[in-house]
Each structure stands twice: as C-alpha cells, then as structure tokens.
C-alpha cells in the first residue's frame, strides 16, 4: 500500500538524517547544519572542508544504502539547553551550537535530539531535530532515492553568511515512484520552456534590458494576444468593465494601501520626481483600480462592479531566484477586481472558480488542487494586517464558498496576503509537473483603508468587498507553462504559427502559394516555405517550430485541389481536398479544439 | 486680399511693439523684456511695479488703438554695443542692458534697434529687435486685435529668475478673421476634453497615483481599446509583425542608442537595482524593438520587417505644462519600427503616409499638413548625431519621398529627432484647431550604433534602415483631439456606449428589456435606463453622455415591435422597425461609419 503523505515525509525527513550520516562517515571533519524534507524528497546543507561533486554521489549513495539495511531505529532525547550546547560544543559543530543559542534566546527551556542507534545499541548519528522520523532506516525504500544535485547556499539563506553546499536526493516511496519521478523529470528537461522558446522563437531576454524582463518576439506575441482575447472575451461575457491604468504612481499610493508596510521587498526601488515626490513602479494593479472605483460616488446598483485589466506590473525578485518565464521581474497579468457587497461574494467568487475551470479544460489540465491560505495569527501586524476577528470571519466565508464548489482544496497556513486570504490554483502539467496558475483572493482591509464607499438600499455608506482574481495568471508563468505542457505543440488556436504550406519543388510553386494565400484569406496564420532549401530541411524546420500542419503541395495536390496534411505532434499523414482542409480546421480554432481534427 | 504669412507674421510682430509702447505710455516706470510674435498673434513680457489685471485691458487697448490710428513708422537703426548699453541704461530698462551684454559675449559688434516714429517726427518707442516689422502701424487692423489673458513668465524661462508679467494678444489680419478665432476658441471652449472627458466618464486623475497620468475608466478604455483594434487590423493587413516588450530597461540600453545623451532631460529618473544597475522607464519603443531585431542573425528576405507594439512609454515633463490628455507623462503609443533597405524605403514610407490618409479619413479630419523637421547644422554633437553628410542624404531622401506622394508638407528647421530626419502631422479639428497628431522618423544612426545587421543578397553585412512611426500618435492625445474634434459625439464605433435603451414607463419595461438584450446578443454597447427616473431626466442624461441613440420604447413601439430613435447629435427623432435599427446600426459599426444612418 502506498504511504500516507504524512508516512513519505517522514520516510524523506530520515532519509535526510540518514545523507547526514552518510556523509559524516565519509568526511567526518564535515560540519553539518540543517536537512528538511521536500516535495520530491530532501536536502541537507554541508561546510565540507575539502569541496565534493556529483563523482562522489555513488560512494555516498552506498553508504546510505548500508545505513538504510542496517535497521537503524530513531531514538529522541530531550536536554536543556546547557547541555546541548555543551554536547555540540564538544562534537565541534558551531552550526548546531548557534541554533540552540538562537532557541535559548527565543526562550526555550529544552531541545530534542534525535538519535539513530544500531542493531548493537551503538550510536551512530545524532542531530538536532523536532521530529517527524520512521521507526526504522528499513523504512526508507533503499532502491526508492537517488542523490540528484549539489547547489550552493547561504547558512539561514542570507549571503551576509558562509556558503554551504546542498546535497538534494530524491526519496519516494518504490522503485517504481522514483522512476516515475526520473522520467516526468527526463521529460520535463525535453519539454523545458526555455529550450523550446529558443528553438520556437517565443521570447528573448537581453543584457542590456535586464534578467527577468521577457521580451516577447513575434510569435510569442501570438500566443499572449490569443490568451489576452480569450480572457476578454470570456470576462466580456461575464460582465467585466475593462480599464486602463497607468504603471508608476506615488508611494502615498502604496502607503496608503499598505503595500509600502508590508510588501516593499518585493517592490522596484522608487523614482524621485518633482523635488521629494516618490513613484513607484506597480507591482499590482489594484490600488489603481481602487482609484477608479473612488472616483464617482457608487450606489449599491454599481455593485457587483468588475474591473478588468491586462495590466503589467513589475517586481523585484533576487537576480538570483529569476527563471525563464517561472519566475521574472515584469508581470502580464490577467487581472480583475471584484466589488460586491457581502452577500453578492458567494456568486462572485463560485463565477470565478467556474473561470478557472473552463480555462482547465480548454488547456486539457486534467489534475488541479485549490490550495487556501490562511494568515498566522503570529504574524498578525506583521505580515498580515492586525485584524484577527476579521481574518477569522473571512477565512470562513471562503471555506463555506470553497465547500460549496466541491473542488478539491487543502488549508495551508501563513500564505495569505496581506489584506486576506487567498486561493492560489496548482495545475499538474501533462507529464505530472506542479506548477501554481492563477490566484483569487479576497480583500477585506484595504477597500476600508482607501475610503472605497457605496450607498446601499438603505441610504447608509457601505464599505464594499473586493475579489481579486487572475485566473490566466500572468502570461509569462502561463505561457511558460503551457510550452511545457503541451511539450510546445500548442492547440491550433494558440499557435504562433498554424499551418506552414512547402511546395515540394519550384514546379509546385505556384499551386502552394494560391494555397497560402487562401488560407491567409480565411484568417489563418500562415508560413510559406519556398523550395529553395529540401523538402526534408524545410520539414524538419517547420517540426522544430512545433507548426501544427505542414501541408506539402506537389503535382498530384495541384491537381486534384488537395494538400498532403503532417500532423507534427502525432506524425500522421494524409491527403485531403483543400476545401475539407479549410473547412475542419477554420472549426477546430473558432471552437479552440484542444487536439486538431486532421491525423 | 488676405496678407501672406510673413505679412500677418510683421503685423504680429509689430503689434507687440505697439502693445509695449502703450504700457509705457500708461506705466512709464515698468521693465520691458521681449515679446515676439506667435501663431495666433503675440505676447510681451514685462516687469510693473505694480501688478495689473485684465480690468487694465480696455485701457491698454484703447492707447494701443490711439498708436495705431497714429500711424507711426518703424525705422531701424544699428548702434556699437557699447553705446547701446549706455542707451538702456540711461533709460533704466536692465533686461534690455543684459539682452546686449548677452550678445556682446557671443560676439555680436552691434545692434539694432528699431524705433517708432510719429508723423511728427517725434520718436515714440524704441525696442532692441531685430526686425520684421510693417511700415506703418496703420497696417496693424485696430479693429482686429485683442488683449486675450496674463500670464506668469519667468525671465529667460528659467525659475531661478524673476517672474514676469506676459501679455498675450490675439492679432489678426481684419475684425472678421479674428471674430472667426474668438468664435473659434468659444466654441472650443464648450469641446475642452478636459470638461467633456468629465461629463461623458472618460477617464480621471488621481492626485495618488500623480499628475499626467490619465487613468481610463470603462468608458474611456472602449475608445482606447477600439482604436487600438483598428489599428491592430490596418497593421496586420499591413504585414507588421506585433512584439510586447517590457516598459524598463538598463540604463545602458539607453546609452548606446544615445537617448541618455540626447534625451535625458524628457526621460524619468532612474531606479536604482541590484547594487549599481540603473534601470529607466521607457521614454521611446524602439531601443527594445532593436533589441528584438538584433536577437536574431537577420536576412535581406526578412526585410522589410515592422515590428508593432501598443507599447505605453513614460516621459517627464515639469508639472507646470502637463494639460488634461494633451500633455501627459504616460503614452500609449501606436508605434512601429519598420527595418529595410534603402531600396525599400520609399515603398515604406509612402506606405505609411497612406495609413495615415485612411486614419485621416475615417476621423473625418479634412485639414492637415505634413511638418518636415529637419536638422539645424550649428546644432551637430549637441542636439543632434554629429553626421553631416548623413543627414543631408536622408534629408534628401525624405524630401524626395514627399514630393512624390503629392501631399502638403512644409520644411521647419531645428525639430528633427536626435537620430534623423521626421514628419510630424498637424491636423486640424473640425472647428479648425492645430494639434500634432503623428510622426513619422527616419533613423539612419541608432541602427549603426546598436549594431543592426542583416545579410544581403551579395552576401554582405548590411545596416537596415529604421523607420519610426506613430500614425496615431499615443492614445491620450488622440483621444483627447477627436473628443474636441466630434464635440463628444463620437462616431457609433467609437462611442463607449452605443445605443441607451429607455422605456416610457415600468409597463413597458418588458419590451424594453427584450430590445436592450437582443441588441446585446448582436454585440452592441447599450445602456439599460429602468424607469426609475423620469423619461425627460433620463434624456437628458443619455445626451450628456453623448449616446449616439437613444431608443424610446413605449406602448406603441412594443406593439410594432418598433423603437422611437432620438439621434442624440442631429436631435432627430424617428420611429423604425427594431430589425432596420439593428440591420443599419450594425452596418455602421462594422463599416466604422463617420456620421449615423439613422436621423
């Protein structure tokens, strides 16, 4: 039976201790630090005195394999503090010494240590933890983990301290799961929206613009433009008002709102303007929209009011941490707001989760968990605005909402926004890969705190509730995404380029052109590829781009009216009338069809 | 017979001189600065010693009249500097003093000066100037001229200096031409886009977000929005290629094109990131539509290639000039750059000027001249790239180009762009008002700088020539003219809200309700107006708006399945079968019709 997922992290939290151990048995002048599990197994983080390299990752493989068949067993200890430090202190690891001494000095009395012990009753390991272990090191499958990388990084993340290395290892629960594993990860290395955005010609990036600022090409352009109409279109149906902001705004914008208190880390530095006036970049579009809202007196017959904007916004992550399109600095995002009154929240926000599952099916996403976020009260005037009962009530309005969908959700705590709590969206992509989409959040503070008002039935001034909600995300993480997703072999709707049209010879010229031409006519997105290179070079060429058909014209289609069709995802071959050609596919994009009708 | 414009210009000029004279013969004791003439007539700086007010109007137009009636000459004289300086001196006039001082350091040897002179010989006025004067103050119509407003000024335009009294005059060549101005400026006086944009919801300032920074509020994004997708469909058509590019970028970015050399002071101050990078919004498009030129090895069959982007670019500009949408500090610019050859420029740009034609057309804009900005040579390495001989050829090239297409452009030194040559397109509205519209850039430098390439036919490394343009110009000046240009009154696919539906009463709600959904169902802006308020109110409220129609349903219309139109702009009223409303309406929009079928 497969474990639990509370039974795998345990198995991937040992699996931890046990690489420690390992690796203290191999290098026993290696100071060790900290080891949490993950999502796909663990890491510990080492100061190796002499520097390792994946050469060493069978050798120390092996001995956790003999640790793992030993049967080693956990064993917990308590102490007070004196004594750990004294224990560690003696064993000559100053890591695990600070952190007692940081514990001690957030007032605690004791730690726990856990030991590994062998058949003999032998020690053979210990380290500083909380807990959460398997009985025994049998437990850890010993052909079900796999050491996977080295990276640097900073004790306690800051890169004020030393550099330590990273060992991650892959633990799963079989043999079978871990090779699952391997291969999503294969694949995934295949289908890397980076690599193929090079080869399909998506998006650049430039040292002299600056990391993590996309430039879209072309034909990237195609796919945000058909991902922006559809979002307008469906919001459009549904009763969306869209506007125009503009990107900068003063910081008493954002110091109103709360933004400069509680978000300014991940904020562009300002700009100083007029003598003292600070503008600042937006890194969201809501106090903009706010200012809209604010701009007229609203009557509760405004209400709902939905305020949509592709509006681009700019954050500042480490240089570090930016990825591809995963993680950048300039943001397409396809965002709305939503001002209800309270009882108008539960149709606002059930609208809402039913756009996002439109949206899933459209892509073919098949696998998807809402995952809630809630605040920590100990974070509360900190990281979360200082209004418990509010928090709570609210929490409790989406939960019921969230309830009545019937989708799948999980309660996670100490990831709310700050003015409320959130539903962050995770789509498994096609080969099984998690990747959070969209956001919908609900905003019980800040309307209250810019002075957002509307007359309601009874004459009284109300304060309305505010949704915000991006379910395409941003068009960067989405399009990202999606070229791993469909592995770049987009839906015909969304690709840059829908039909490429090669003469199999100069004779065939003139037939394939007056084909070109007329699928042009019908609306399509066409290349034409004239026969100055191979017939084979320039099919190549058009399954490298991912185009969904290569219609290949010689003398028996220009007779007979017909193109000989390649389906380059599936590879099948056929030889239709043009007519039919046209006809099935002009179809399959008006409907957005997920797989093309023709092979 | 009218006078040519140099006469109206020595009119003009003349009058400023009349306008001094006359202050001081009313206030001897105040400072005269400059004063030259402008488009519609001239102003005059002074220093009082006691402040005045437009209640000091008809006096100072009176003596003005008794000068002109007198018909005084203008009668030039040279004199050494140092002989002019004792003559300011002596007369107490210290701009003056400073003006020759100025001059003498620029080593000018001597002055002119051009006196008054009555009919009995007697001198009148005497101003430092340097001429293009009429004969005879008689010339100046004493019935076509008025004193229009004060303003503040500083001396020499710089804060740091005193402020000035300026008084504008309005100067025309008879008491017609400058009625039709008066009228003119009433008329546009009830079309300001700044009145207009309030009554009809087009867009608001926030003094959070800061001052030239339009936000577009629903209705004010349709107008945007539709002629973002008209020009989107001519460019397609066209053949331009849509890019989206970020709206930062590297301070070295703007380096190499030269914009922080020639253009910083137009441009936004920096952000400081990631230790020393300064980072900058940006100002222009095209540094990162090179970049995606440059992206990639280029070939002569790739040429022309246009690269297209609503891109919205930031600019500074000192608070005290910004003006509703006419001048503002964020755009959203209708821009392209099209790279070619040489060979390929003429076809381009003649293209260009088409589009232009067709934009011109569809607005209805009768009136409109081409401004061909050329470089001045004594600004080289300052204002402009130091490339004489290159200018003077594209220069050619431009002129050549503009002869051919036939249309109506005028030379104006000294307001090229930085990197070459340009057309700006000066168009005037329907109640004959100038605005800049467009532009229209030849680039011949920037390309070289940033290393454009692209490979011949011959096989040759090749630099493309770059061609900027706008023909819309940006969105808030555009907006800002047609909504001066159409009174409001925006042509039905234009107009944010197409057709209000209004029932006589609550019993017709019914019918009404019906008539709002079916038009809806058609794609139709339509407002819904519930019988809440009264027929006459609610009216009214659709013609503030500027609604195009207004259909009335009441017992009648519900019955012949009919609607009561009210033409909001004609004020016609007229009653059709609802199926003819639609069938015209829908053709009107489609077509983009400039005037309504209907009333």
Redesign the interface.
Known sequence: MAPSSEELHAIRHSAAHVLAQAVENLWPDTQITIGPPIDTGCYYDFLFTKPISDEDFPVIEKEMRHIINQGQTFVVETHPIKDAVAYWKKKGQRFKVELIEDLAKEGEKEVSFYKNVDKDGKETFVDLCKGGHVQSTKEIPADGFKLMSLAGAYWRGSEENEQLTRIYVAVFSSKDELKAHLTMLEEAKKRDHRKLGKEM?LF?F?????PG??????K???I??ELEKLAREMEERAGY??????????G??YE?TGHLAHYKQSM???????GE?E?Y?KPMNC??HH??FA??PRSYRDLPMR?AEYG?C?R?EE?GVLFGLMRVR?L?MNDAHMYCTEEQFEEEFLAVTNLYLTYFKLFGIQKYVMRFSLHDPKELGKKYVDKPELWLKTEDLVRGVMRKTGCEFIEVPNEAAFYGPKIDIEVWSAIGREFTLATNQVDFDVPAKVGLRYVDRDGMEKVPLCIHRAPLGTHERTIGFLIEHFAGHFPLWLAPVQVAVLPVAQAHEPYARSVAAQLKEKGMRVEYMDAVDSLGKRIRAGEQQRIPYLLVCGEKEAKDSSVAVRNVKTKEQSTLALAEFIQKTLADITERKLEASIG
Chains 1, 2 share one sequence.
Do not use: C
Request: net charge neutral; no cysteine.
């Open positions: 010609n650049v430039s040292d002299m613009v600056g600022l996309p430039l879209w090409t072309p990237g352009t195609v945000a433009d008002l869209r506007v125009r902001t503009p990107h900068i705004a003063k008493k914008l109103r562009f530095p300002p700009m100083q303007l007029d006036e503008y970049l106090p903009h200012e809209i701009s007229q305020l681009h700019y500042y240089s300039s397409s």
